[in-house]
């Protein structure tokens, strides 16, 4: 990675809020964390398959070497994307 160019990051969280989703650089990459509430059903409805994820989802993301700053985060339609700066070591 050259200094001051950007990383971007591209991450499904169906269904999470933006309040619901923490982002934390570590030593070693990306943190992503979110919590996706339960669809809301009707009292009585026989569920017989759920594929639509719900629960604690948790990511971790290696990056290349080298020190980041998080310049940019957007939830989108079940999309996050975030901005990463790369920053002289």
């Not at 569920?47 to 990511?59: A, D, K, N, S, T």
Request: proline share 9%; glycine share 8%; aromatic share 4%.
């Amino acid at each position: 990675m050259s200094l001051g160019s950007d990383v971007h990051v591209l991450v499904a969280v169906p269904g999470a809020r933006a309040e619901d989703i923490d982002v934390q650089l570590t030593a070693t990459g990306l943190s992503i964390e979110a919590i996706v509430p339960p669809p809301q059903f009707v009292v009585g409805m026989h569920v017989i398959r759920l594929e639509v994820p719900y629960g604690r989802m948790r990511r971790h993301i290696d990056l290349p070497p080298g020190h980041y700053a998080l310049r940019e985060t957007r939830l989108d339609n079940g999309h996050l994307f975030l901005r990463l700066a790369g920053l002289p070591l």
